[in-house]
């Protein structure tokens, strides 16, 4: 069916497996023993979700807004306990190590980001976010659109590395190159003769079923990974200390993989739960004090570890809460939020004004810098790619680079 | 399209592997001397009939709140009484769990369970958003009771049940500010869904919806708590309660209809709207993994259900009996849920199996733990059960199955941070240190029964266990598989039968059926 290629040629039709199963999926095995990539010289994004719709003025306190104070006589953040990090922001008491990566240049944050018409439920502002298609119902995500028009000359089977349950929609293409896995631990298996049919039968032969090529593109692809994922968590000790939790644990994962030189451009990691609609105070300051500890974590070790320079971590929310709190010392479904960015080369301070508290959008913020502005910065100045193209629009940058 | 629905062995089978969790050859060959019609009217009648599995015996009438804080409570009390609190509830997720399982593998009317995991994926409760499991059960018994019944009566059930009305914010909203918790997700996941209704809506609804509470049953007399205790520390009971004082009982516009609704005249607009048959119709069909491009059968579903005021079992009779639902599309294309697979592995081999915390955890591991979906809107389905994380799951269910064995990875790889620690270094160690030991404590009680299987060789065959390594696993094949091979795979599992030792020859195959992108299909 192909013509006979040279190597060189091959690896730049790698990036069809996920379309062209049969021959190409089949030698998945052998890309792995494959010669070593260049990873280590490679930018690399980290997105952070922010599952469930975070309170941003409660994460980022406009303490000089008496506005603020006025909307939320229960559940607003004490001014003497934010810590101060600008004229007008301070920022949650439990975000201390975000503040310490502040005070270190190595945190920028943009305040009040969204989108025009914004959708109050969580799924269709999720979708909204990780397509970066607001106005109609797009199937692949940013970053998936990403792999596709930029990185078609690397043949990693896992340019997208996702920890978690759910796949995430920033990588959805049809061209799929990502992966999700929860505990590194499962990839191990059988070397003995019942492993070996394993493999035989985890091999790709194209049927007129979608459905099953599917299966076997998976079944192969997740083969051929084990053996990677095996040797970089073999091979590399991280630096600090993670606390005990998931998402801090999960960073620390990402950072062995950082480490070890995986084929990986952009990794996912999800924080769950902001969706605080009653009695929230408890619950946001773990959740923050989770997030700061597991970014301070993450940060100090790639520094430590020597990747941190290469490194940029973004967070994101499908929305803010409404300004004013309910009855149940709880916030419902809002518009805007604030990103945060954190790494080597972020310029670090806030790119953006306050909040304006009183002039609203049925009691919610409206916003002022548009989510895929900070895209097309990552997309352009962090990993040098056409933003246009992938967003489908002109976007303004924003000085998040130095 | 009214084409003819062609009804063979191969037919049934197909009906068997998706609403029965997979059956015999036998059974199929049974069904294919009926007709379609008949085999539907029959199943859904069974389910029915089946009598309701027998009640947990940790299940509480009424339930008492063990936690509440009254003014001579003493803080090492209150403690004391939160440890207690969450160890029962952790060993009563576990039995939960289990009890369904158990329910789901011996059935006689697998229908029924398989409506209720439907209905559980659509009227979700996320068991990590509850403090106590017993509104979990009680949520489960009202989605089998109406798993087949009348759709109206199904929604109040799961309404004005301690479960949902926790789990969103019902409890307690009241007139002055409603919460729009509920509201938003009846509107948007539950009944019209998006594009059909407005934010306005959404607040309008929210006050319909306001003043009910949970509360202990009438007439028992009350001790007052603490006056600033949280809801899991004053909560008298779990029998929903409607308190006039708290409701909104102005004026409400919903759909450009307006009344001075509450709660039930909500439910009966939201359950009559045509976009609710229209969507939980959809839902079905996508469920059940029937390719229907033109929605041609959704209407049709959608009509029935509409003239016959929301009867569940209307609407299911026109799928399961639609030449959609037998179309060449549809067949051994549907990637089996997590909890499809196991318990069809299990009833399909016949293993002798009593359901442990480990076997729920199978499941949970496949990304369909039960009681706890990821969120409100439910388990996707389809193509994202698989990923790397889940399929590496399912290739190792074989060691759990086989050898009673939980590989490494079966847990998430920590714990979620569900409170803030103290900034004093001392204290924070002391606490992690706890939240550690908690946490073993969990992970040793759910693995402490192991795996209680027992695989016999001979049971996974109708007849004798054959000689010949091709018709050994052939019958396999005809048992368990439901979509057509690819070529080698026959070819493979021969020649590994073949090399096996011959005592193992059986569990080999079996293994290996297990770890094929095949046997993911209904």
């Not at chain 1, 559940?75 to 503040?99: N, Q, T, V, W, Y």
């Not at chain 1, 593109?217 to 073999?234: F, H, P, V, W, Y």
């Not at chain 1, 998931?246 to 451009?265: G, H, K, Y």
Request: aromatic content about 8%; hydrophobic content about 40%.
């Amino acid at each position: 069916m192909l013509p006979k290629i040279d190597r060189r040629s091959f690896l730049s039709v790698g990036a069809l497996t996920a379309t062209v199963p049969g021959f190409l999926s089949q030698t998945g095995r052998l890309f792995a023993d494959g010669p070593k990539s260049h990873a280590h010289e490679e930018r690399v994004l980290v997105v952070v979700q922010l599952a469930g719709g975070n309170d941003g003025l409660n994460t980022l306190v406009p303490f000089r807004d008496d506005a603020y104070y006025k909307a939320r006589p229960k559940i607003a953040i004490d001014k003497a306990k934010s810590l101060k990090i600008a004229d007008e922001f301070a920022l949650h008491p439990e975000a201390g190590d975000l503040r310490k990566l502040f005070d270190a240049g190595q945190l920028g944050i943009v305040p009040n980001v969204g989108y025009p018409n914004p959708n109050r439920s969580h799924f269709r502002s999720m979708e909204i976010w990780e397509t970066a298609t607001p106005e109609k119902d797009a199937r692949t995500g940013w970053v998936g659109r990403y792999f596709d028009a930029e990185c078609r000359d690397n043949a990693s089977p896992m340019l997208g590395l996702q920890l978690g349950e759910k796949p995430a929609m920033t990588f959805s293409h049809v061209k799929n190159r990502a992966v999700t896995l929860t505990n590194p631990s499962l990839f191990r298996w059988d070397t003995g003769p019942v492993g070996k049919s394993m493999d035989q039968l985890n091999s790709v032969r194209p049927t007129e079923n979608g459905q099953l090529d599917f299966l076997q593109r998976s079944g192969n692809d997740m083969l051929t990974m084990s053996r990677k994922i095996q040797e970089a968590l073999k091979e590399t000790k991280t630096a600090t200390e993670y606390a005990p939790f998931n998402f801090s644990q999960s960073l620390r994962l990402v950072a062995q993989m950082i480490a070890a030189d995986v084929p990986t451009r952009v990794y996912y990691v999800s924080l769950g739960g902001f969706d605080t609609h009653a009695t929230q105070a408890g619950r946001h300051a773990a959740l923050l004090q989770e997030l700061s500890q597991g970014l301070g974590s993450f940060i100090a070790d790639l520094k430590a570890m020597g990747h941190l320079d290469r490194t940029l971590v973004m967070t994101f929310s499908e929305f803010g809460r409404r300004v004013a709190e309910n009855e149940q010392q709880g916030t419902d479904h809002g518009t805007a939020g604030p990103m945060f960015l954190a790494g080597g080369k972020v310029n670090a301070g806030i790119h953006g004004a306050r909040p304006n508290l009183t002039d609203l959008d049925e009691g919610d913020l409206k916003y002022q810098t548009d989510f895929r502005s900070v895209y097309a910065t990552i997309l352009k100045k962090w990993f040098n790619a056409d933003a246009k193209q992938v967003l489908g629009g002109d976007y303004k940058t924003l000085p998040l680079f130095g | 399209m009214n084409a003819v629905v062609v009804w063979d062995a191969s037919a049934a089978s197909h009906l068997l592997s998706r609403v029965a969790f997979g059956g015999t050859a036998k059974q199929a060959a049974q069904f294919a001397v009926r007709t379609p019609e008949n085999i539907v009217s029959m199943l859904i009648e069974e389910a029915r009939a089946a009598p309701a599995p027998a009640k947990p015996a940790w299940v509480r009438d009424p339930w008492v709140n063990t936690e509440r804080v009254y003014p001579e409570t003493t803080p090492a009390e209150r403690m004391e009484n939160h440890r207690k609190a969450g160890e029962r509830q952790t060993r009563e997720r576990n039995e939960l769990r289990c009890w369904w399982l158990d329910e789901m593998i011996r059935t006689p009317a697998p229908l029924r369970e398989v409506m209720t995991l439907f209905w559980h994926g659509h009227f979700t409760t996320e068991a990590k958003r509850m403090f106590v499991a017993q509104p979990l059960y009680t949520q489960n018994v009202a989605l089998r009771t109406h798993a087949l019944g009348n759709f109206r009566e199904l929604l109040e059930a799961v309404t004005l049940d301690a479960a949902m009305m926790m789990y969103l914010n019902l409890e307690d909203s009241n007139a002055k500010k409603p919460n729009e918790n509920f509201a938003r997700e009846l509107l948007e996941l539950f009944t019209v869904g998006i594009g059909n209704y407005g934010e306005k809506d959404i607040r309008e609804v929210a006050r319909a919806l306001s003043g009910w509470t949970l509360d202990a049953p009438a007439g028992t007399a009350k001790r007052p708590t603490v006056a600033d205790a949280g809801r899991s520390f004053c909560r008298d009971g779990l029998v929903p309660t409607f308190v006039k004082a708290k409701h909104d009982s102005g004026e409400k516009t919903i759909f450009g209809r307006t009344g001075r609704y509450g709660l039930r005249d909500v439910l009966e607009i939201v359950a009559a709207h045509p976009a609710t048959a229209a969507l939980v119709c959809g839902k079905l069909i996508a469920f059940f993994g029937v390719i229907d491009p033109k929605n041609k059968l959704r209407d049709r579903m959608a009509e029935a259900f509409i003239a016959s005021d929301g009867d569940i079992a209307r609407a299911m009779t026109v799928l399961l009996t639609s030449s959609e639902f037998y179309s060449d599309e549809s067949r051994g294309t549907l990637i089996k849920s997590p909890v499809q697979l196991l318990v069809g592995t299990c009833r399909q081999l016949q293993l002798d199996v009593t359901a442990t915390p480990s076997l729920a955890q199978l499941t949970a591991a496949m990304g369909q733990e039960l009681f706890n979906p990821p969120d409100v809107k439910g388990w996707p389905g389809g193509r994202d059960w698989i990923c790397a994380g889940t399929l590496a799951v399912r290739y190792h269910l074989p060691e759990a199955l086989f050898d009673g064995r939980e590989p490494d990875g079966f847990e998430p790889i920590a714990t979620d941070r569900n409170f803030a620690l103290p900034a004093d270094d001392k204290a924070r160690r002391e606490l992690i240190a706890r939240i550690r030991d908690f946490d073993r404590q969990r992970k040793a009680e759910r693995k402490q029964d192991g795996f209680k299987v027992t695989f016999d060789p001979s049971k996974a065959f109708d007849g004798p266990i054959p000689e010949k390594p091709e018709a050994l696993v052939d019958a396999l094949l005809a048992r368990t598989v439901a979509v057509a091979l690819r070529r080698d795979t026959r070819a493979t599992l021969i020649q590994a039968v073949a090399a096996a030792p011959a005592a193992e020859r059986v569990a080999w195959a079996c293994r290996l059926i297990l770890t094929t992108p095949e046997y993911q299909l209904a």
